[in-house]
């Protein structure tokens, strides 16, 4: 491994470009549909004809691994870098669900009851009675499920999903040990940086 090879910077750094690319893009479409999930999963908001069904639909997701779930996308849709996305929005419908859902039970039902009086529609109580009270959770949610995503595009581009895994995957095909060790020591240096701007993204919103 050592010493390091160097000469293939375009290599490692278009790979790190799609594995930033299909986690961000995972993290965004995961949010933005587990937010009505969790919310239909919430028994203290929904009836029980409804959540069982999100609740069924997050326990499949968080069932399966996101390599199986890349497999399956790669057999699906090809290879490339949607298939990771797809199976990075299916790990993060899994957990953001779940803990959205867990979040929503959690919330003080006087401040329900208050918005209610008012005779306010269903969407009023969601955005004043509900979002108020999970809104910094929420974000700090988001954003660990940003640095999980960002750890997992690595994962499921060995399976031909996209991102810096292939070039790993590749290099330990040929044995290629001194890029092996560069390969990995970029992916360590990501999520290095990618946790520091994560704590300081918290403390600027003081999740």
Known sequence: MFPPDLSKG?????????????????????VALSLPLGILAARNLMPGWC????????????????????????????????????????????????MFAEATEEISLKQLEAVRAT???????????VLPQVAARFIGLATYQLDSNLRNSTMVGIVGAGGIGGALFSAFQRYDYDLVFTILASIVAIIVVGELLAIRFKKVFRV
């Not at 790190?16 to 995972?26: D, F, K, N, T």
């Not at 005779?119 to 009675?129: D, E, H, I, K, V």
């Open 10 to 30: 375009d290599v490692i750094w278009a790979g790190i470009g799609e594995s930033l690319q299909i986690a961000v893009l995972a993290t965004v479409a995961g």
């Open 119 to 129: 005779g306010a529609s269903f969407p009023n109580l969601l955005a004043y009675g």
């Open 51 to 98: 959540t069982w069904p999100a609740r069924a639909v997050v326990t499949v997701c968080r069932s399966l691994h996101p390599v199986i779930v890349s497999i399956l996308f790669v057999k699906a849709v090809g290879f490339g870098a949607l298939a990771g996305v797809l199976a990075l929005v299916v790990s993060s419908l899994g957990f953001m669900g779940k």
